[in-house]
């Protein structure tokens, strides 16, 4: 199995600024994706950032210039810089991670979710 523990949510006042950090564990050969996605209330599970096992990143419109997706490979771990908060990006935060098993093919883990809560 592929365990993912988030950290760093939290509540914080508009413009301030949070660090996440998901760190996979268990029997991996390989992490080809992590990434980060939110859910707000009522609202879908979106995608809000990815990088690559190589370090490409993408990063959705809506937080793009305010947050940032780093990863680093050794520790199996990614992070998420959050700065200049807004009222609106308050949600559930979840790391993914597209990993392959030994004997396994290649599928998505997910963390348990963090809070973040962005008062205004």
């Known amino acids: 199995q592929v365990q993912l523990v988030e950290s760093g949510g939290g509540l914080v006042q508009a413009g301030g600024s949070l660090r996440l950090s998901c760190a996979a564990s268990g029997s991996i050969v390989s992490i080809n994706v992590m990434g980060w996605y939110r859910q707000a209330p009522g609202k879908q599970r979106e995608l809000i950032a990815g990088?690559?096992?190589?370090?490409?990143?993408n990063v959705a419109d809506s937080v793009k210039g305010r947050f940032t997706i780093s990863r680093d490979n050794a520790k199996n771990t990614v992070y998420l810089q959050m700065n200049s908060l807004k009222p609106e990006d308050t949600a559930v935060y979840y790391c993914n991670a597209r990993a392959t098993r030994p004997g396994w093919n290649t599928r998505d883990y997910w963390g348990q979710g963090t809070q973040v809560t962005v008062s205004s």
């Open positions: 990088i690559t096992s190589g370090g490409s990143t």
